[in-house]
């Protein structure tokens, strides 16, 4: 397999995921949940990792495909020299049970399609039992889990594999479905498929029909705010930062993590675009899901939380799964979880900040949150850490670190300052934050290189330095914040497109490269908004949405040099990008002055 990441499509039911490449192969499933253990991981490894493929007989098909207006709802078409045919793949929201449904539709002619379901429990590794329920029913068991496989046409084993085929011609509907279970209970019964693509049509038009005008980028918004909504897991209010795992960050290369969990530090931004739009529902599940999953010790707060709130994402390596084209290894769990970094009580307070600010009522236990966190970060935020990128060299005083633990103070105080009766923490909080605006100001700014550097005492540069404006640290138009903005374009600019950081001049204890960080070249568009600076902010914004796929997703980065995208897919983080510059750029006052004016 030599597919691209821009290949893929994702379906899902805002609990789990799948993607589906071009022709008609879903290479990448796990069930009940996102981080739930794969059954099909061709995507990182062979078709004998397992897949579910239907797909014209005759190799020599043409395809096109696209969403179904405002949904998920994935439309492949195919044309051959004999008609053409559409696979329709969607994944209904949950009704008890996890399923996917593929509906095959003649178009034109006739078309002889061929079926390959390939089912490989735990990551590609365990092949299962398969039975023959009846005509149209087979199960795969292995140790808890079932697979139940509904189809209408003949299917039999052959070497592992269970196979058809089959043909469709114009004007009929042949519907398959594959649905999780566990395997000490009766297999499903078949849903009527129609009736279930019309359900599911239903749930996502009246999602997507809520998002208001954003001035010429209306329809990349809504695309952008669809994806946010299937990687949120919708039993708890978590947003998975991407359905994938180890889709690298440089082909061949060991930049390879697990993205199946949901990060503190997207918090106050993905907040502010279901806000921003009007979808205060998610939003206030977001912030749910935030407050119970950081609930308990600050010292233990983590970076990132599994969909639940889980703590313990133990990181470990697939030996049998050979990479997304070779790109070795593959982990699942993330050790950064175990790191200590600074940035995230900032998120936490600015999502607090950010809520009361947009219209959500106060959290009743936002006080208590602070009373607890504050004294803790009092002393914390002297230390060193492992910085928003997670590096696994050694820990330092990364400047981002410091101007968010000021973040943390400045909305504390803020919030104090307005509570009724006034919170005697206030002041106390109010000189720690001008205390660390101080330090940073010394220690973080190197007046020989007029910029802002990546952690005291380096001359290196960093991307994470465009939040200072946008966090309201200091005015966007601050001479010390132009030097920064001018040096990161010269500095960190590959073909247009923002790196994180300089890979010689930064130790991150890794080996390798990676590609240009997408929310970063969407932060320097929100910066040059601020500035003023409009028709770049719109230049560079239109490159960047000029990288999406064929039906709208982004991954985490690009490779400008190979023309292709890398690391996870769909990236959360990049569409949430999307969705807040286009509202800096489409209203007089967008998510970036909000976020400033609050720190005012």
Same mark, same amino acid.
């Given at each position: 397999?030599?597919?691209s990441i821009?290949?893929?499509?994702?379906?899902?039911d805002?609990? !789990?995921a799948?993607?589906v490449?071009?022709?008609g192969s879903?290479?990448w499933?796990?069930l009940?949940r996102f981080d739930?253990?794969?059954?099909?991981?061709?995507?990182?490894?062979?078709?004998e990792?397992?897949r579910?493929?239907?797909?014209? !007989?005759d190799?020599?098909?043409?395809?096109?495909?696209?969403?179904r207006?405002?949904?998920?709802?994935?439309?492949t078409?195919?044309?051959?020299?004999t008609?053409?045919?559409?696979l329709?793949d969607f994944?209904p929201p949950?009704? %008890?049970?996890?399923?996917?449904?593929?509906i095959?539709?003649g178009?034109?002619?006739?078309? #002889?399609?061929?079926?390959d379901?390939?089912?490989?429990?735990?990551?590609?590794?365990?092949?299962?039992?398969?039975?023959r329920?009846?005509?149209?029913t087979?199960t795969?068991?292995a140790?808890?889990?079932? =697979?139940t496989?509904?189809a209408?046409? &003949?299917?039999?084993?052959? #070497?592992?594999?269970?196979?058809?085929?089959?043909?469709v011609?114009?004007?009929e509907?042949l519907?398959f479905s594959?649905?999780h +279970?566990? !395997?000490?209970q009766?297999?499903?019964?078949p849903t #009527?498929?129609?009736?279930? =693509?019309?359900?599911?049509?239903?749930?996502?038009?009246e999602?997507?029909?809520?998002?208001?005008?954003v001035?010429?980028?209306t329809?990349e918004v809504?695309?952008?705010?669809i994806?946010?909504?299937?990687?949120t /897991?919708?039993p708890?209010g978590?947003i998975?930062?991407a $359905?994938t795992?180890?889709?690298p &960050? *440089?082909?061949?290369?060991?930049r390879n993590?697990?993205?199946?969990?949901c990060?503190?530090r997207d918090a106050?931004?993905?907040?502010m675009?279901?806000?921003? =739009?009007?979808?205060? *529902?998610?939003?206030?599940?977001?912030?749910?899901?935030?407050?119970? !999953?950081v609930a308990?010790d600050p010292?233990?707060?983590?970076?990132?939380? %599994?969909v639940?709130g889980?703590?313990?994402?133990?990181?470990w *390596?697939?030996?049998?799964l050979e990479g997304?084209?070779?790109?070795?290894?593959v982990r699942?769990?993330?050790?950064?979880s175990e790191?200590?970094q600074?940035?995230?009580y900032g998120?936490?307070a600015?999502?607090?900040a +950010?809520a009361r600010?947009?219209g959500?009522?106060?959290h009743?236990r936002?006080?208590?949150l602070a009373?607890?966190?504050?004294p803790?970060?009092?002393k914390?935020?002297?230390r060193?850490?492992?910085?928003i990128w997670?590096i696994?060299?050694?820990?330092?005083h990364?400047?981002?670190?410091?101007?968010?633990?000021?973040?943390?103070f400045?909305?504390?105080?803020?919030m104090a300052?307005?509570?009724?009766g006034?919170d005697?923490?206030?002041?106390q909080?109010?000189?720690v934050?001008?205390?660390?605006?101080?330090?940073?100001?010394?220690k973080?700014?190197?007046?020989?290189?007029?910029t802002?550097?990546?952690?005291y005492?380096s001359?290196?540069?960093?991307?994470?330095?465009?939040?200072?404006?946008l966090t309201?640290f200091l005015?966007a138009?601050?001479?010390?914040?132009?030097?920064t903005?001018?040096?990161?374009?010269?500095?960190?600019?590959?073909?247009?497109?923002?790196l994180?950081y300089d890979n010689g001049?930064t130790d991150? %204890?890794?080996?390798?490269?990676?590609?240009?960080f997408?929310?970063?070249?969407?932060w320097?568009a #929100?910066?040059?908004?601020y500035?003023?600076r /409009?028709d770049?902010?719109?230049?560079?914004?239109?490159?960047?949405?000029g990288?999406?796929?064929?039906?709208? =997703?982004l991954a985490?980065?690009y490779?400008?040099?190979?023309?292709?995208m890398l690391?996870n897919f769909?990236?959360?983080f990049?569409?949430?990008?999307v969705?807040i510059? $286009?509202l800096?750029?489409?209203r007089?006052k967008?998510?970036?002055?909000?976020?400033g &004016?609050?720190a005012?």
């Amino acid at each position: 397999m030599h597919r691209s990441i821009a290949d893929y499509a994702m379906i899902g039911d805002c609990e !789990s995921a799948a993607l589906v490449s071009r022709d008609g192969s879903i290479d990448w499933l796990c069930l009940p949940r996102f981080d739930s253990r794969a059954f099909f991981a061709a995507l990182l490894g062979t078709t004998e990792n397992g897949r579910w493929r239907i797909a014209p !007989s005759d190799m020599q098909f043409t395809t096109t495909r696209r969403y179904r207006d405002g949904t998920l709802i994935l439309e492949t078409t195919f044309k051959t020299a004999t008609g053409s045919a559409t696979l329709v793949d969607f994944m209904p929201p949950r009704d %008890g049970v996890a399923n996917v449904q593929r509906i095959v539709v003649g178009v034109e002619g006739q078309v #002889d399609f061929d079926f390959d379901l390939v089912m490989r429990f735990d990551y590609g590794r365990s092949i299962p039992w398969v039975t023959r329920i009846d005509r149209d029913t087979i199960t795969a068991v292995a140790g808890p889990e079932m =697979l139940t496989m509904h189809a209408p046409v &003949e299917l039999h084993g052959e #070497d592992m594999h269970t196979k058809g085929r089959f043909t469709v011609a114009a004007g009929e509907r042949l519907a398959f479905s594959l649905a999780h +279970q566990a !395997s000490n209970q009766e297999p499903v019964r078949p849903t #009527d498929a129609e009736t279930t =693509l019309l359900d599911t049509e239903a749930f996502w038009t009246e999602f997507s029909s809520r998002c208001p005008e954003v001035g010429n980028w209306t329809e990349e918004v809504r695309r952008s705010l669809i994806t946010l909504k299937a990687l949120t /897991y919708r039993p708890t209010g978590g947003i998975v930062a991407a $359905a994938t795992t180890s889709l690298p &960050e *440089e082909i061949g290369g060991s930049r390879n993590w697990d993205y199946r969990y949901c990060w503190l530090r997207d918090a106050t931004l993905t907040l502010m675009a279901f806000m921003d =739009l009007g979808y205060y *529902e998610e939003a206030e599940a977001w912030r749910e899901w935030l407050m119970r !999953s950081v609930a308990g010790d600050p010292a233990q707060m983590q970076i990132m939380y %599994g969909v639940a709130g889980e703590r313990h994402l133990l990181e470990w *390596e697939v030996p049998w799964l050979e990479g997304f084209r070779s790109s070795r290894p593959v982990r699942i769990g993330n050790a950064a979880s175990e790191q200590f970094q600074l940035d995230i009580y900032g998120e936490v307070a600015d999502l607090l900040a +950010q809520a009361r600010a947009g219209g959500l009522a106060p959290h009743p236990r936002s006080t208590a949150l602070a009373h607890s966190v504050m004294p803790f970060l009092e002393k914390a935020w002297h230390r060193p850490d492992e910085g928003i990128w997670e590096i696994r060299g050694d820990s330092r005083h990364f400047v981002h670190s410091k101007v968010m633990t000021w973040v943390a103070f400045d909305r504390a105080a803020k919030m104090a300052a307005a509570v009724e009766g006034g919170d005697p923490h206030a002041r106390q909080w109010r000189k720690v934050a001008d205390d660390i605006h101080a330090d940073v100001c010394e220690k973080g700014y190197d007046a020989e290189l007029g910029t802002f550097v990546q952690a005291y005492g380096s001359k290196a540069l960093d991307a994470s330095l465009l939040q200072i404006p946008l966090t309201g640290f200091l005015p966007a138009d601050d001479p010390r914040v132009l030097g920064t903005v001018a040096a990161i374009e010269n500095r960190l600019l590959r073909d247009g497109l923002v790196l994180r950081y300089d890979n010689g001049d930064t130790d991150d %204890g890794l080996d390798g490269e990676e590609g240009a960080f997408l929310a970063c070249s969407f932060w320097l568009a #929100d910066v040059y908004a601020y500035l003023g600076r /409009y028709d770049d902010a719109v230049t560079l914004y239109e490159r960047l949405c000029g990288l999406k796929n064929d039906v709208g =997703l982004l991954a985490e980065e690009y490779d400008p040099v190979a023309d292709e995208m890398l690391g996870n897919f769909p990236q959360a983080f990049s569409h949430v990008g999307v969705i807040i510059t $286009a509202l800096n750029l489409a209203r007089a006052k967008g998510p970036a002055f909000e976020r400033g &004016e609050v720190a005012e």
